[in-house]
């Protein structure tokens, strides 16, 4: 079976998109950890937008076959973060992790309104108007995909900010299998339904089938 020419050349439409929101949701983590308290990841050069210092190459690599099946996801280095040099530690920890999909939903919203204002933007050949759905798709698969409640993503930590003291340790415990729920939502396709519906919502709003 061959390559689908469309997603072939869809790929480097996907790269530009996924280095700059990539980006942009790292250095949200980045700069919501400065102005709480910790400079770690500002003292390692990561409170910037340049990709180059975010990105992470097996989560690239990853992208390019998430792409060429139909739905292209990565990730880059997770920016590093002490807690401890938050006055409460839990809580900025959840609240910086909360800020890299909030950083996507923000760049979901900018790009809605932006496609709503270019009429005819998604004519045939139109790689302008292409670029900009893709922008689109891609920050509502990272910041939903983040947002799940499963560690090490975003939203596991954010669970972990809520939980009441006494829950902390059978979280834990509970974390160590996050990487193996994970695989196993992806090759079962499960992840693929999560995401899905809301994914499906955004393209109906913005009236593109």
Known sequence: MGIDADRLKDV???????????????YFHAWTA???GDATAERMGRLTMNPLVHIDPVGFIFLVMMTLSGMGIGWMKPVPVNPFNFRHPRQGNMLVA????????ILVVFFVIVIKLIPGSFAEGNPIGRLLLIFLIL????AV???LPIPPLDGGHIVEGLLPESMLESWERFSRYGYFILIILLFTGMLGKILSPILNFVINFIGHT
């Open 139 to 142: 920050n509502v698969l990272l």
């Open 12 to 26: 480097p439409l996907w790269i530009i998109a996924f280095l700059i929101s990539g980006s942009f949701h790292e």
């Open 98 to 105: 909360l800020a890299g999909p909030l950083s996507n939903v």
């Open 145 to 147: 995909f983040n947002l």
């Open 34 to 36: 400065y102005k709480l």
